[in-house]
């Protein structure tokens, strides 16, 4: 090994390792000074009992001034780097994510559809009545979706001049799939074809509710605000030129009353309304004509009042 030009010559050994302990002592010392913690200083140099009285102090290299003493304004940011090992480091164990925070609430986000709002779009969608009867069959727009045996959509014809309204399926209907064939349909049916002298087939029956409301019950606003579309699409297929509202729930549902303002029967039959869907003729429901028979004169007024916009004929009394 070729000798080291910083540092002097030495034909004595002892001399030498002095001069290499001060040496490796100063180093440290000013590892120490800059910063590195992990430098433990050594004992001050004493004198060495190997070495002779005799001998001359060895000659040393001039130690640099120690540093100032750290003032915490300069301390280095940055922790000492550690010490120089073999060992392979722990693989860095990854920090779980934090999901993302919830975002910020938009001002201009569209309101949820209503019910009767997604009715009306896929009502619209329907080009015929096959479709449209396809659709409603698929409703669930209100909670009567999950009483029902099945809906009910409308009896008779594609196209039909006349049309009756009920207010809602009953247990047969519920059952039967078609409306007016409980208890109130042979009555219905005795007044088109007894009354009007025409077959039941050639006028078109249906209700404001595609579905039963449990227990026979009158229909919620709800009920009726979710099912309306259905109804409106149904007439606009349907294109009649007369409709005959039967009971207060279909005539006001639509005359477009709804809540306390529904009007009574009494006020609105014997007479002609115009409406968003044409003329209505409204009249007593078949279940109150049941109940109440003094009734039926009135109603037959109502129903040769629809025959007259019709153009049709009372049938002649038999002899
Ligand atoms: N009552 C109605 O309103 N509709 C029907 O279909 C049956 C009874």
Same mark, same amino acid.
């Given at each position: ?55 001359? $102090?060895?000659?040393?290299? =001039?130690?640099? #001034?120690? %540093? @100032?003493?750290?003032? *915490?304004?300069?301390? &280095? +940011? !940055?922790? /000492?780097?550690?010490? $120089?090992?073999?060992?392979? =480091?722990?693989? #860095?164990? %990854? @920090?779980?994510?934090? *999901?993302?925070?919830? &975002? +910020? !609430?938009? /001002?201009?986000?569209? $309101? ?9 779009? @896929? ?197």
């Amino acid at each position: 090994m070729s000798p080291d030009p910083q540092l002097p010559a030495h034909d004595d050994p002892a001399h030498e390792l002095d001069a290499l302990a001060n040496a490796a002592r100063a180093h440290l010392r000013r590892r120490r000074a800059f910063g590195d913690r992990s430098v433990r200083l050594p004992a001050p140099e004493r004198p060495s009992a190997a070495r002779p009285a005799t001998t001359s $102090p060895a000659p040393t290299r =001039p130690e640099p #001034a120690p %540093p @100032r003493p750290e003032s *915490p304004a300069v301390r &280095p +940011l !940055a922790p /000492p780097p550690p010490p $120089p090992t073999l060992r392979t =480091p722990p693989a #860095a164990v %990854p @920090r779980p994510v934090a *999901p993302p925070p919830p &975002p +910020l !609430a938009q /001002p201009n986000v569209a $309101p949820a559809p209503s019910p009767a709002s997604e009715v009306a779009a @896929r009502a619209a969608a329907c080009k015929d009545l096959a479709s449209l009867r396809a659709a409603v069959a698929e409703c669930r727009a209100c909670g009567l979706c999950s009483t029902r045996t099945q809906t009910v959509f409308s009896d008779g014809p594609d196209r039909a001049r006349l049309l009756f309204v009920g207010e809602a399926p009953g247990e047969q209907e519920d059952l039967q799939g078609v409306p007016f064939v409980g208890p109130a349909g042979p009555l219905l049916t005795d007044i088109i074809e007894k009354g009007i002298g025409i077959p039941r087939s050639q006028v078109a029956i249906a209700n404001v509710l595609k579905c039963r409301p449990p227990g026979n019950r009158d229909p919620s606003q709800e009920e009726k605000r979710a099912c309306a579309p259905w109804l409106a699409r149904q007439i606009e297929l349907l294109g009649p030129e007369v409709i005959v509202p039967l009971g207060r729930h279909a005539a006001n549902h639509l005359l477009g009353v709804e809540g306390p303002d529904l009007r009574s029967m009494g006020s609105l039959r014997g007479q002609v309304l115009e409406s968003r869907f044409g003329k209505l003729v409204p009249t007593y429901h078949p279940s109150y004509l049941l109940r109440t028979p003094d009734a039926k004169k009135d109603c037959w007024k109502d129903i040769q009042v629809a025959m007259g916009l019709l153009g049709l004929e009372p049938p002649k009394k038999r002899g």
